[in-house]
């Protein structure tokens, strides 16, 4: 474990799982449009309902990160806290980041 709080093989993981993490939530998101565009209502109305939804999720982490290795455990953070990812999807990183992980989402109010 280093200063930051992850190792040399914790960033790489990282850097392996983002594509796969994001391609599943995007996968969610593609879903939810669908649902949305099945709505019954005016097209006018799901054209725009759909236009303020994507709006608002491309700035999620799940669509986007700052993938600087600096940035690795408040990607995390937002990855969990946004519900991208759970702390089961940390499987095969260091103990150490898993735990540090699993206090800061166990112990919040």
Do not use: C, H, T
């Not at 700052?66 to 702390?87: A, H």
């Amino acid at each position: 474990m280093n200063y930051q709080g992850f190792n040399e093989r914790d960033w790489k993981l990282f850097r392996q799982k983002v594509p796969e993490w994001q391609e599943a939530y995007m996968n969610r998101l593609n879903e939810e449009y669908i649902q949305l565009l099945s709505e019954n209502a005016a097209p006018s109305v799901k054209f725009w309902r759909l236009e303020r939804r994507i709006k608002a999720d491309r700035n999620k982490s799940g669509v986007q990160l700052d993938m600087r290795r600096s940035m690795m455990i408040d990607n995390l953070i937002q990855l969990i806290g946004e519900k991208v990812i759970n702390l089961d999807d940390l499987a095969g990183f260091s103990d150490e980041l898993r735990e540090r992980l699993e206090f800061l989402f166990r112990n919040r109010g």
